[in-house]
């Protein structure tokens, strides 16, 4: 029964900003590890931000200073807002519960140059 649904997505500009959420149900959320992974085209699936349930945080190198995840575990959600966005950051995000193969069904987020 576990479920991840994304919104947030869609089409900015260069520069610009977007907040992605992620709406948790069937897990006891505040206990959970939650992540962001995006997969561009023709790319492998990448991590790009991890939350512990303590609220440890870990990003990858090409997001740091740009991009933060945060929780809100009363509500069952986990945040990625997107700062300075660029057009290498256009992909497919997906919310997920980690490490495990618990996933949302992704949400495009498109950057123009």
């Known amino acids: 029964q576990v479920q991840l649904v994304e919104s947030g997505g869609g089409l900015v500009q260069a520069g610009g900003s977007l907040r992605l959420s992620c709406a948790a149900s069937?897990?006891?959320?505040?206990?959970?590890?939650m992540a962001w992974y995006r997969q561009a085209p023709g790319k492998q699936r990448e991590l790009v931000a991890q939350?512990?349930?303590?609220?440890?945080?870990n990003y990858a190198d090409s997001v740091k200073g740009r991009f933060t995840i945060s929780r809100d575990n009363a509500k069952n959600t986990v945040y990625l807002q997107m700062n300075s966005l660029k057009p290498e950051d256009t992909a497919v995000y997906y919310c997920?519960?980690?490490?495990?193969?618990?996933w949302g069904k992704g949400i495009l987020v498109t950057v123009s140059s």
């Open positions: 997920n519960i980690f490490p495990m193969d618990y």
């Open positions: 069937g897990i006891i959320f505040k206990i959970n590890a």
């Open positions: 939350s512990t349930s303590g609220g440890i945080t």
